[in-house]
């Protein structure tokens, strides 16, 4: 098992994560994606990662399972955004918030975590600033399935 500090949601039953510095806005895509439809918060901050029968598995950190960071406002809970959990995601997905990223980049490499390829979104600040973010993680679980 690995714990990463990251965020996790479910949307639908794809698990996905989102990895970057801190105050790259993991919380803030995390709150965006539970938010929507088929969205439920499986993890923020910290992220136990285990490998089940050959897939990689998200869940919360007992100590903090159904509660968000959000900058300014401290901790809050799923119930008080009015947003569905999930104890676990089966991971489909792994989204790296970075600080830059070339106006046309190359398709980037899958992830590995604990040995297992994850395919990868790159986001950039300009994309989530304009709000294209869950349009674009979910264009992405749409090639997955394809």
Do not use: F, N, W, Y
Request: net charge neutral.
């Amino acid at each position: 098992m690995e714990s990463l500090h990251a965020a996790c949601v479910a949307l639908g039953e794809a698990g996905v994560l989102i990895l970057g510095p801190s105050g790259a806005g993991k919380s803030t895509l995390a709150l965006q994606l539970a938010d929507s439809a088929g969205g439920a918060l499986v993890a923020d901050d910290r992220v136990r990662i285990a490998v089940r029968e050959g897939r990689l598995v998200a869940r919360p950190h007992p100590g903090e399972a159904g509660r968000v960071e959000i900058r300014g406002q401290g901790l809050l809970t799923a119930d008080d955004l009015g947003l569905a959990t999930r104890p676990e995601a089966v991971l489909a997905l792994a989204i790296d918030l970075v600080a830059a990223a070339p106006r046309m980049p190359d398709p980037p490499e899958d992830a590995l975590i604990l040995g297992i390829s994850l395919p990868r979104l790159v986001l950039e600040p300009g994309a989530r600033r304009a709000g294209l973010a869950p349009l674009l993680v979910r264009a992405a679980l749409r090639r997955r399935e394809a």
